[in-house]
Every structure is written in structure tokens, then in C-alpha cells.
């Protein structure tokens, strides 16, 4: 027993001599307080807690058992033992099977019996405790998800402007509540990890872990020792066991960020933990079972990638089971006002700064803008302008965006894009004529070519810049 800390025990008894003889049997292992009442006793512990209350059965005022029914409500943690001489072992097994009893010991009692009894009641109350608290980390953590989720994504008001996240949310609230393996698709800065905690916090697993992985982060050589974990001594360096992140989701979501990153000979492995639900740390010779939902995520095209051998198609439709697709900031710019106002709001009451806004030049040029970085560049462009804004309001020039001169070309000179022979050699062949084909069909137009090719006008213009196109 550790020699600095000793368990504190109430004991409850109306005879004084019964409470100095617990005293003396006990106080030098616990640390014993007493009460004559179950009065007394309330008292006591309105003001310090007790992992254990042990209380006599016949008391006058309030039994033992009373005592036990108040503090079930009042200190639910506290395990309550009852100690009694008399023969009532249907009432005390009643109040045992109703959960106001742990447990009961006949009188006379002998020290060395009681002893391991008593000890068993405090491991039963570190357990109690150590459960309660991971409940309630977990409560917690799942009440910071879905209020993190509610503010930044801020669907609740974005579902009312925006038809292409509406039907993206509505999709996620069918998918939520199930087991199946998700897919998201988007571009970077879009939001896919905040959905895929959406998903998470929306499902029977919200109060499990939430593992998010990023899989372009994680050097090759030491991916499957990530993925799975592995034993001790499995390579040099393998000093003790590892944990790998299908364990630490065990029982939640585990969300792989950037899958298409994933080498060929992991998805292989990936492969068979879908398909057997079962992983196998590395160096071990045993399998262990896993219990997890896999939520992926990409802003590549998966079909292109299992065309080009670079990623496997029975793992590509293992994974895509829900396909859901996110929409870009430039594809819903009726929601740039909320968010930009949202995020406003939110520097300043980190800034302390109420008084700084943004004027309508400012708003008008946010909704212009194409955002190829979506929704974090939106947020980064208006945190650095709170940062550096000399007055309360915000003016087009403090934003930094550089699209003054993109806004003023809108056409491609056609003679000069056929006549430059020399780029051809600087751009792949495929793209080139893309992007010449697309130019054509919209007659020179930069903004109908990027929405024929799929994507934002912002890219299409700095990639025909790069090249001296424009």
C-alpha cells in the first residue's frame, strides 16, 4: 500500500464502542472518520468525499440502507457497504439488486476478513472512477466536435443558402447512424476532415475515439508500424510495443486523410483488414480483432489513380462504398458572406478587437475571389488582415489577394496560343490540349474554358500564366 496516500473510510454506527473498535482495527491502513447518524454522516459528507461509506444497518432516524439510498443520488461514485447482526438478508439483497448496496457484512466481524473485503471495495471505486472519468472525457469530447463542427462549418446556416453542401449534409445525416466505409472527395481546404468528424459525432461511435491520420505525412518506411503498430524487438529501434492507429480507434472512426498517398504494398494490407476486420502487428504472430469505421478522404480523382497502377481498384471500391463529394467555396460563393462574417467574428474575440469589420468593397471582392485554397484560405486571408488592418474597417488592398490582374484578362489570344511552339515542349502534351480545346470551344473565354475543364478560373489562369500563355 502506498505509504503516502492512505483511503479515506466513513463509518457509520450509532454505538460509540463499535466505531473505536473499527477505528482501532483500521485507522492505521485508512483513514477512518466516524459518525453516530445517518445525519451525522450527511453532514460529513456535504463538506469531503469518501471512496468508501460503511454504515450499521439499525440506527435510529435513518437505516443504513436509507443512508445508502440518499448517497446514490448525492455521491454516486461512493461505495456504500452495509454492516448488520441481524438476519435481513432479502432486504439487503433488495437494496443490492436496486443498486443502493454494494455489499453487506454480518456482524461479528474479523479483521482479517473484513480486511480483503474493504480492499476490494476501493478497487472497485478506482475502476468506477477511472470509467466515469473516460465517459466523461469522451462526453466532453464529443460535445467539442459538434460544437467545433457547428461554428466552423456552420452548416445550420449554410444549408439555407447553398443547395451543394444541403444535399452534402443531408447525405451525411442517411450515412451517419451506419457502418459504412465513406469517401470523401474535394479539394484541399474544403472541409473534408471537418465532415468526416461530422460523420464521427453524428453516429452510434461519437463517444469511441476519432483518429485522424495524415497519410502523406507519414514516412513510407514506417507506415505499417503506424497503421498497425508492432511488437517489441520487430526491427532495430523497436524498443516496446506500439500501438497502431487501427488500435487507438478501436471501438470509433478512423479517418485516412490524402488515402491516394498510401503505397501499394500497405493497401494491400489495408485490403485485408476491411475485408477480415483483424490486423496483425508487425513482428507478431498472433491477429487481433478490430472494430473500426474507415472514413477516407482525397482531392484526387481514385479513378484515374487505379487507371495509372497507382492505387488498387478491389481497395477502391472497398473504400467507396458512400461517395460523397464536397463542394469548392467558388462553387457556393452565396456562402462567402457567412463564413467570412463568422470567422470575423470569431478574431475578434481573440483580437479583443469589436470593433473591426470589413467594408463592402472588401465583402464584394471576397465573393469575386475563386478561393483555390477554399475555406482555409479564406480564414488565413482574414486573419492576417484583422492582424494588419491599420483602421476599425477592413479595405480591398489589406486582403492581399492578387486578383486585380487576373480579373482584368478575360480572353486568350487564340493566334498566339496555336503559334507558340515553344511551350509545347514545358507543358505535358494532355494538358495542352485541354486546355486548348476547352479555350476554343469558349471562344477565348477564360471563365467558360475553366467551367468546361472542371475547374476553378483562378487555376486556369496563373497555370496558362506560368507559361506565358497570357
Not at 35 to 63: C, H, W, Y
Not at 187 to 205: N, P
Not at 317 to 335: F, G, M, T
Request: net charge neutral.
Amino acid at each position: 500500500m502506498d505509504d503516502t496516500f492512505r483511503p479515506a473510510i466513513l463509518y457509520v454506527d450509532d454505538e460509540q464502542a463499535n466505531l473505536d473498535t473499527f477505528k482501532r482495527a483500521f485507522g492505521a491502513d485508512y483513514a477512518v472518520k466516524t459518525a453516530l447518524s445517518g445525519k451525522e454522516a450527511l453532514e460529513v459528507l456535504n463538506k469531503e468525499d469518501f471512496p468508501l461509506v460503511i454504515a450499521d444497518q439499525r440506527m435510529p432516524g435513518m437505516t443504513g440502507i436509507e443512508l445508502c439510498e440518499r448517497l446514490m443520488v448525492a455521491k454516486p461514485q461512493t461505495v456504500r457497504m452495509i454492516l448488520t447482526a441481524f438476519t435481513e438478508t432479502q432486504m439487503l439483497l433488495d437494496a443490492i439488486n436496486r443498486g443502493h448496496v454494494h455489499d453487506y457484512v454480518v456482524k461479528p466481524w474479523r479483521k482479517s476478513e473484513l480486511k480483503p473485503v474493504l480492499e476490494r471495495a476501493f478497487d472497485q471505486y478506482k475502476e468506477r472512477t477511472r470509467k466515469l472519468k473516460e465517459l466523461e472525457e469522451r462526453a466532453a469530447q464529443a460535445g467539442r466536435l459538434k460544437e467545433e463542427i457547428k461554428q466552423i462549418y456552420n452548416y445550420e446556416q449554410i444549408i439555407g443558402t447553398s443547395s451543394g453542401l444541403k444535399e452534402v449534409i443531408e447525405v451525411v445525416r442517411k450515412v451517419a447512424p451506419t457502418d459504412s466505409t465513406v469517401l470523401l472527395f474535394g479539394e484541399t481546404g474544403s472541409g473534408k476532415e471537418l465532415l468526416a468528424r461530422m460523420i464521427h459525432a453524428e453516429s452510434k461511435r461519437k463517444h469511441g475515439p476519432f483518429e485522424p491520420v495524415h497519410c502523406a505525412a507519414i514516412p513510407v518506411t514506417l507506415m505499417e508500424s503506424e497503421f498497425f503498430g508492432h511488437e517489441k524487438g520487430a526491427f532495430t529501434g523497436a524498443d516496446r510495443t506500439h500501438r497502431g492507429y487501427f488500435e487507438m480507434a478501436q471501438g470509433g472512426s478512423l479517418f485516412l486523410d490524402e488515402i491516394s498517398e498510401i503505397p501499394l504494398e500497405i493497401q494491400v494490407k489495408l485490403l485485408r483488414v476491411i475485408q477480415e476486420k483483424e490486423i496483425q502487428r508487425l513482428g507478431g504472430n498472433s491477429f487481433m480483432p478490430v472494430d473500426v469505421r474507415l472514413i477516407g478522404a482525397t482531392n484526387k480523382d481514385l479513378k484515374q489513380e487505379v487507371a495509372k497502377g497507382r492505387f488498387r481498384e478491389d481497395l477502391y471500391y472497398r473504400l467507396n462504398v458512400i461517395e460523397i463529394a464536397l463542394p469548392s467555396l467558388r462553387e457556393r460563393k452565396q456562402d462567402i458572406p457567412i463564413l467570412a462574417n463568422y470567422f470575423l467574428e470569431k478574431l475578434k474575440t481573440e483580437r479583443a478587437d469589436p470593433n473591426i469589420a470589413l467594408s463592402q468593397k472588401a465583402m464584394d471582392l471576397l465573393t469575386r475571389y475563386d478561393w483555390p485554397g477554399n475555406i482555409r484560405e479564406l480564414k488565413n486571408i482574414l486573419e492576417r488582415a484583422v492582424i494588419l488592418s491599420p483602421g476599425p474597417e477592413i479595405e480591398p488592398e489589406e486582403l492581399n489577394l492578387n486578383i486585380k490582374e487576373m480579373f482584368e484578362t478575360e480572353h486568350v489570344d487564340l493566334n498566339r496560343l496555336e503559334s507558340t511552339e515553344s511551350l509545347r515542349s514545358q507543358i505535358q502534351k494532355e494538358e495542352m490540349h485541354r486546355f486548348s480545346e476547352a479555350l476554343k470551344k469558349a471562344n477565348g473565354n477564360l471563365s467558360e474554358a475553366a467551367r468546361i475543364l472542371g475547374i476553378a478560373r483562378s487555376t486556369l489562369f496563373y497555370r496558362l500564366k506560368k507559361y506565358h500563355l497570357i
